[in-house]
């Protein structure tokens, strides 16, 4: 059984850090391209950024670009995301996405109906 917990979020002043990790148990985490996607209320859920399964190649949403980094621990089936300069409109809650469909190119990440997620983590941060 597939299981995906996400952790780390938090309130934070606008400016500030944080790092959101992601475990993913029962399947073999290095042959999943995964991803960061967040939703905020009234907007549909986007890919923030994403990541093939060896770590070569990622994808940033043009909002986070320079802000957020990306990145995977394969032996410990764990992904991340570490957050800097903070801004309001990054509020959301945020999800761990493993997906064997992820298709991850240099202008898109997008999920598909296979997709494994957790419960999420919210992200606010305050002006």
């Known amino acids: 059984q597939v299981q995906v917990a996400e952790s780390g979020g938090g309130l934070v002043q606008a400016g500030g850090s944080l790092r959101l990790s992601c475990t993913a148990s029962?399947?073999?985490?290095?042959?999943?391209?995964v991803g960061w996607f967040r939703q905020s209320p009234g907007k549909e859920r986007e890919a923030v950024a994403c990541?093939?399964?060896?770590?070569?190649?990622?994808y940033y949403t043009d909002s986070v670009k320079g802000r957020f980094t990306i990145s995977r621990d394969n032996p410990k089936n764990t992904l991340l995301l570490q957050m800097n300069s903070l801004k309001p409109e990054d509020t959301a809650l945020y999800y761990c996405?493993?997906?064997?469909?992820?298709?991850?190119?240099?202008?898109?990440?997008?999920?598909?109906?296979?997709?494994?997620r957790g419960q999420g983590t919210q992200v606010t941060v305050s002006s």
């Open positions: 996405t493993v997906d064997p469909d992820l298709l991850l190119a240099s202008k898109s990440c997008s999920s598909s109906s296979r997709a494994y």
């Open positions: 029962g399947l073999t985490f290095y042959n999943y391209n």
């Open positions: 990541i093939t399964g060896s770590g070569t190649f990622t």
